[in-house]
């Protein structure tokens, strides 16, 4: 299961949320490390399985990242699997959201999908959207604001961070490979999948698929380069 960064709560290593959204539904995660294979989903965990930090709970069979705050109060969740997985032989995980927004005015920072080093740090609410930049070897994000301090390309956008805001590579969630609005208050569904390469100290590749649809697109709306081998060292706490 993941867990996740910012003001909504969902995928496979935790993180954080601001703001006013709410969210989430939630996610089956498979991961490999070579010869054996750690698989659980949502429906199986309980409480004990979870670390929820933050504002993070559970409400009517969701996990929800946030609360609901007034503007401008900002606040941030994180739900984690509570034991730490194995990664780097590669891994896929699946799940759904959904970005509730009490003010349309006001629409909060987003939320992320994070593989942690640490099962207890929550990164800050609000740009950040509890994404921690310390601990967190590896965060992709949904974001629903453009923050010119980070470079976003816009306020719809899926993003790949490596120990900065700043994306390492980002997407556009609202053109033809995915025709996707985060902040549509509609279930969204995503699929995360790594695979480190064949051939020793090459890196690999994270791959992120996003769809309304509950099928898996055939394309990936952002690809890009990554090295969990550089950052996590045998496990690492998802969500």
């Known amino acids: 299961m993941p867990a996740l960064a910012s003001a909504n ?4 290593a935790a993180a954080a949320a601001a703001l006013p959204p709410l969210l989430l539904l939630l996610l089956l995660l498979l991961l490999a490390d070579h010869a054996a294979a750690v698989r659980f989903d949502y429906a199986s965990l309980t409480l004990g399985s979870l670390r929820l930090l933050g504002d993070a709970h559970l409400k009517n ?18 739900a984690l699997y509570a034991t730490a997985v194995p990664l780097r032989g590669g891994f896929s995980t699946q799940f ?26 929550l990164g800050d609410a609000g740009a950040y959207i509890g994404v921690s930049v310390a601990t967190d ?22 993003g790949l961070d490596l120990g900065s805001m700043v994306s390492a590579a980002a997407a556009d969630l609202g053109g033809d490979d995915a025709g996707v609005d985060l902040a549509s208050g509609r279930t969204i ?15 690999g590749t994270l791959e992120v698929f996003v769809s309304y ?14 090295d969990l081998s550089e950052d996590v060292k045998d ?4 969500g």
């Open 213 to 226: 649809a509950p099928k898996r697109p055939p394309r990936p709306v952002l690809s890009a380069p990554l």
């Open 61 to 78: 069979g969701t996990i929800r990242l946030s609360r609901d705050l007034p503007v401008p109060t900002s606040g941030a969740g994180r």
């Open 235 to 238: 496990a690492a706490f998802v």
């Open 96 to 121: 759904a959201f959904t970005v509730a927004t009490l003010n349309p005015s006001s629409v909060g920072g987003g939320l992320a999908f994070v593989l942690a080093t640490d099962g207890a740090t």
């Open 9 to 12: 709560m969902a995928r496979a």
């Open 189 to 203: 569904n995503a699929w995360i999948d790594y695979r480190p390469s064949a051939s020793p100290g090459s890196g």
């Open 137 to 158: 070897a590896a965060a992709v994000e949904f974001d629903t604001l453009m923050d010119a301090q980070f470079a976003d390309p816009n306020g719809n956008h899926v």
